[in-house]
């Protein structure tokens, strides 16, 4: 027999307080600006937008959906975060700044992910089925991406500001760009603040091409000197092949 709400509260109360004291280490951990855990508890409406969606979720999944819905909608007002009472968020999630943050309601984020401001974990369905992102462990989603429809993002994986992501990311991967492209091994963040270090795959590709094309341009001039062919100004063999090539993103990204 379940016991009655009162006593089922009560009875939480020792996983809450060891929930808060998990938040509190996250803001410590993730953000270099918090000067001391007391800061933490008063001064961070991300972690007050996930205590609020707690006690959301509680009332959501026994029997309260609208007071679940109520609560989750004034935790918007005063936090700037909308997260569905429905969504599962794990322990120790630190959501920086967190305004315009959207969970949707099938949404999972696992324990120790880091979203900053304005993520969306939406949906691409109108039917009622799991149709929102399922965030695995220690997941990194960057400011203003956009990850969309029922989609599992590895643990450990890292999504790059302004980001648009629809399908699946593998554990530990690293995906950048609209529409999200995984970035090769190699480039991998090594810090998890540290997105202006975030490589641009098509920016890559240009560049490579437009290398390319500039050598077989410098080649076909000397061989038409070669054979005394008429040679054109922009055909100059020992022009600076770095000024011939289009302005383009710095190959780090930023």
Excluded at 37 to 59: K, N, Q, S, T
């Amino acid at each position: 027999m379940p016991l009655p709400t009162p006593f089922r509260w009560i009875a939480k109360i020792p996983m809450a307080i060891r929930g808060i004291r998990e938040d509190v280490d996250a803001v410590v951990r993730n953000d270099p600006a918090c000067r001391s855990r007391i800061e933490a508890l008063l001064a961070y409406p991300g972690v007050h937008a996930i205590w609020a969606h707690r006690l959301a979720h509680d009332l959501w999944t026994n029997g309260h959906p609208l007071a679940g819905r109520l609560l989750s909608h004034a935790a918007r007002a005063t936090t700037g975060v909308e997260i569905h009472p429905g969504a599962n968020v794990g322990h120790g999630v630190f959501i920086d700044h967190g305004m315009g943050v959207v969970i949707g309601e099938t949404a999972t984020v696992g324990d120790g992910c880091l979203l900053y401001k304005g993520v969306v974990l939406g949906g691409t369905s109108r039917e009622r089925v799991l149709r929102h992102p399922q965030l695995g462990k220690n997941v990194v989603v960057g400011s203003n991406a956009c990850i969309l429809g029922h989609i599992v993002i590895g643990e450990g994986a890292r999504i790059g500001s302004g980001s648009v992501v629809v399908k699946p990311v593998p554990p530990g991967a690293t995906v950048v760009g609209v529409p999200g492209r995984f970035v090769a091994a190699d480039n991998r963040l090594e810090a998890q603040l540290d997105h202006s270090s975030l490589p641009d795959p098509i920016s890559d590709l240009i560049r490579g091409l437009a290398i390319e094309n500039e050598r077989l341009r410098s080649r076909l001039a000397k061989i038409e000197a070669t054979l005394d062919l008429p040679v054109h100004e922009e055909d100059d063999p020992e022009r600076d092949l770095g000024e011939a090539i289009p302005s383009l993103p710095s190959a780090a990204g930023g």
